[in-house]
T-cell receptor, first 113, second 115 residues
Framework: EAQVTQNPRYLITVTGKKLTVTCSQN?????MSWYRQDPGLGLRQIYY???????DKGDVPEGYKVSRKEKRNFPLILESPSPNQTSLYFC????????????FGEGSWLTVV | DAKTTQPPSMDCAEGRAANLPCNHS???????VYWYRQIHSQGPQYIIH???NNETNEMASLIITEDRKSSTLILPHATLRDTAVYYC????????????????FGRGTQLTVWP
């Protein structure tokens, strides 16, 4: 089954404790991206990757890092989480760029206290 | 980059057609319009896309104006399970026609289907 898998789905962590949200897709997609969703602000793009070793900033990259060492994985790294990064996070992928259908993961609820 | 304008909310009676408009007046000639929906806090789900011609699939129909500056998503017989936020999205395209990775979802339209 074609899917985008995120882990963890739910996490409560403390300020400053580094964490990684993993994302994996099994569709051999070149394009992957991360979004955060906050009440009243809709979905905002954090980072995206057009292919392996190619990443770029979206609209809200501050406080996040990403890497794309292999095509199927695109982890989101919070080096020093802060409470304003409490949000619902979505990973997404598509065949090649945003001109193709985008598939989303189920979301990761992250709370930073 | 093409951006879109959608009404923040709409409602519709169950069994009736839901017509969701989207303005994308800055869309380029080779940009598709994509529609997605998000039910509660689940991941957004693809519905339909189109370039110039009207499109129909098992979920919905998409009507695109001749000047391509706006489109309407039609759910012909809305059900309670169609209650969701609907996003109209054109992808980002460079002047040279290659797609960028930037994607702007906006806030979409909250469609509420009532019994």
């Amino acid at each position: 089954e074609a899917q985008v898998t995120q882990n963890p789905r739910y996490l409560i962590t403390v300020t400053g404790k580094k964490l990684t949200v993993t994302c994996s897709q099994n569709m051999n997609h070149e394009y992957m991206s991360w979004y955060r969703q906050d009440p009243g602000l809709g979905l905002r793009q954090i980072y995206y990757s057009m292919n392996v070793e190619v990443t770029d900033k979206g609209d809200v990259p501050e406080g996040y890092k990403v890497s794309r060492k292999e095509k199927r994985n695109f982890p989101l790294i919070l080096e020093s989480p802060s409470p304003n990064q409490t949000s619902l996070y979505f990973c997404a992928s598509s065949l090649s760029g945003t001109g193709n259908t985008i598939y989303f993961g189920e979301g990761s609820w992250l709370t930073v206290v | 980059d093409a951006k879109t304008t959608q009404p923040p909310s709409m409602d519709c009676a169950e069994g009736r057609a839901a017509n969701l408009p989207c303005n994308h007046s800055t869309i380029s000639g080779n940009e598709y319009v994509y529609w997605y929906r998000q039910i509660h806090s689940q991941g957004p789900q693809y519905i339909i896309h189109g370039l110039k011609n009207n499109e129909t699939n098992e979920m919905a129909s998409l009507i695109i104006t001749e000047d391509r500056k706006s489109s309407t998503l039609i759910l012909p017989h809305a059900t309670l399970r169609d209650t969701a936020v609907y996003y109209c999205i054109p992808p980002s395209v460079t002047d040279r026609g290659s797609t960028l990775g930037r994607l702007y979802f906006g806030r979409g339209t909250q469609l509420t289907v009532w019994p």
